[in-house]
């Protein structure tokens, strides 16, 4: 898949949950898993299980596709 077509697929609706999207928006801030577990006040565990599904939504190859469909999209 490419970025465009992921970016037209993720603006005709948010799949994200409100976790996903968080977990996102940190990565996208430069936190680290670890950091983001702490602000959400989950396990770094769950955090790595928010950005999987995110990525699996967008059909992203990793995380920083994920992040830059998400952004592109105005989702985070």
């Given at each position: 898949?490419?970025?465009p077509?992921?970016?037209a697929?993720?603006?005709?609706?948010?799949?994200?949950?409100?976790?996903?999207?968080?977990?996102?928006?940190?990565?996208?801030?430069?936190?680290?898993?670890?950091?983001?577990?702490?602000i959400?006040?989950?396990?770094?565990?769950?955090?790595?299980s928010y950005?999987?599904?995110?990525?699996?939504?967008?059909?992203?190859?990793?995380?920083?596709m994920?992040?830059?469909?998400?952004?592109?999209?105005?989702?985070?």
């Amino acid at each position: 898949s490419s970025i465009p077509q992921l970016i037209a697929e993720a603006s005709m609706q948010d799949p994200l949950s409100d976790r996903e999207r968080e977990c996102l928006f940190w990565v996208s801030e430069g936190k680290t898993t670890d950091e983001v577990a702490l602000i959400l006040g989950v396990s770094s565990n769950t955090v790595n299980s928010y950005i999987t599904h995110a990525i699996q939504k967008f059909a992203a190859s990793n995380r920083a596709m994920a992040i830059a469909t998400a952004i592109r999209s105005g989702i985070i």
